[in-house]
């Protein structure tokens, strides 16, 4: 998709609708808006529900002070004006509560940016404002002064947060980014203490911006590998939809019976994927015209030492991740279900998954069929696509009910009897 391509008020309420049917605002809360090359803002309205906005919804502030639309502009287009006024490289600004901000917010603190490699990098370093009545100017100018010294994400006490970049996708990406480590750090908080990244260990990252390819043009485009497009971008976008990804974050890869694969491509938004979008890797070699993810090498060795394996899985959902950031041990043996489907999840050290691909692979098997990598992902392997997607599911269920535990009390695993009874009834290896 060509988002530089929609008009303004398209652009705004795309985002908007995004960040709503994600949960990440309320049906009146939170304002988007765009600066275009007039100079001139579009901003979502006030008091219009914003699961139901249309392009006729959205305001224009023009650059003269004159207001055209059928209704008001937000409340807080104040603070907006403010951030272009001080910003020239802003191009959109970005203002919501989400669950995972506003509770730093409200506990005055700034969550960790140094937890995954990609948070810092996507979002700088956070400030955070001082509250003030909401669209005054007192507010706008708080809000200004922390972007005056070059934040880009700014949360404000007790209220959520203003994320200011180049177009209203990046901020979205942004926004989605730090709410998603919020969400992460919270959830570690519930089984330890998390670990932060070293400087070292993020800028370590840009390894990954190595990998080159050469490039082949197929011939032909056989209905396996046509099939298996359609496949990937449907569980691509369930994924999506379902917080285990996020817009550019999270890579699927399905093996074809020739033994090339098809793997998601890398910088483009989860979202609106097509199956003319997924890669095909062949021989070392990439499909002409398109980048493939950077963890091609990772999937390739994988599939090299796992005849077996079918499908890989690379993602960072949020509740499986507080594994990857403490010291606490994922233990599968909550109900059946997940133990039969997950056996055990290895922990390995954080950079293998791009610096030692091979380790990774040796750490799986028909008993381990997924790791997890510290501050990193996790990685999940299945004998087809759908069963590494039900892999992925289930692990993060289980997650996410042993994080809910915390607050009941301790876990009673099954015991080994019953691993054994199991192990029987479904004939698992013991």
């Known amino acids: 998709m060509r988002f530089e391509l929609l008009h303004p008020a ?53 650059a003269d002070g004159t207001i ?53 990098k996507i979002c700088g370093e956070l400030a955070i404002a001082t509250y003030a009545v909401p669209g005054s100017a007192e507010l706008g100018e708080n809000i200004a002064l922390e972007f005056d010294q070059g934040h880009s994400v700014v949360l404000l006490e007790n209220h959520g947060v203003v994320i200011g970049a180049k177009d209203i996708f990046q901020a979205f990406m942004a926004f989605e980014t730090i709410e998603s480590s919020a969400l992460l750090e919270i959830n570690a908080k ?13 800028e370590a990252t840009d390894v990954k911006n190595r990998v080159e390819l050469k490039e ?52 483009k938004d989860r979202a609106y994927l097509e199956a003319e979008d997924i890669v095909l890797i062949r021989e070392g070699q990439r499909e002409a015209g398109k980048i493939p ?71 799986l098997s028909a008993k381990t069929p997924a790791v997890i990598c510290e501050n990193d992902c996790v990685i999940v392997t299945g004998s087809s696509l759908l069963n590494a997607f039900d892999r992925l599911e289930v692990a993060e269920f289980t997650a996410k009910s042993i994080l809910a535990s915390t607050a009941i009390g301790d876990i009673v695993h099954i015991s080994d009897r019953e691993i054994h009874d199991i192990n029987v009834a479904f004939k698992l290896e013991d």
């Not at 090359?37 to 919804?57: F, Y």
């Not at 690379?314 to 507080?322: D, L, T, W």
């Not at 059946?336 to 489907?341: A, K």
């Open 10 to 62: 398209d652009q705004l309420v795309m985002m908007m609708n995004r960040i709503y049917y994600r949960g990440m605002t309320t049906t009146s809360g939170g304002n988007l808006s765009i600066r275009d090359e007039n100079g001139d803002m579009w901003i979502t309205p006030s008091g219009i529900d914003k699961g139901m906005l249309t392009r006729d919804d959205i305001m224009l502030v023009k």
């Open 68 to 120: 055209e639309g059928r209704h008001k502009p937000s409340s807080e287009y104040p603070f907006h004006l403010s951030v272009f006024r001080r910003r020239p490289d802003i191009g959109a600004v970005l203002h919501a509560h989400s669950p995972g901000l506003v509770a730093f917010s409200i506990a005055r603190k700034l969550p960790d940016v140094n937890l995954i490699p990609t948070v810092r």
């Open 190 to 202: 519930k089984i330890g203490q998390p670990h932060a990244l070293s400087e070292e260990r993020i």
């Open 216 to 267: 082949f043009v197929p011939q032909t485009h056989s209905s396996e590998e046509n099939a298996a497009r359609r496949d990937l971008v449907k569980l691509i976008r369930r994924s999506y939809d379902q917080g285990l990804f996020t817009s550019t974050q999270g890579t699927y890869s399905v093996r074809l019976s020739d033994g090339s694969f098809l793997i998601t491509p890398y910088g």
């Open 293 to 363: 993810s950077r963890s091609v090498p990772l999937h390739a060795e994988i599939y090299r030492r796992h005849p077996d394996v079918k499908s890989v899985l690379v993602a960072h959902p949020p509740n499986i991740m507080a594994f990857a950031v403490t010291d606490a041990v994922f233990d599968s043996r909550t109900i059946p279900e997940s133990y039969i489907l997950l056996r055990q999840i290895a922990k390995v050290p954080f950079g293998v998954s791009f610096m030692d691909p091979a380790l990774v692979a040796r750490a």
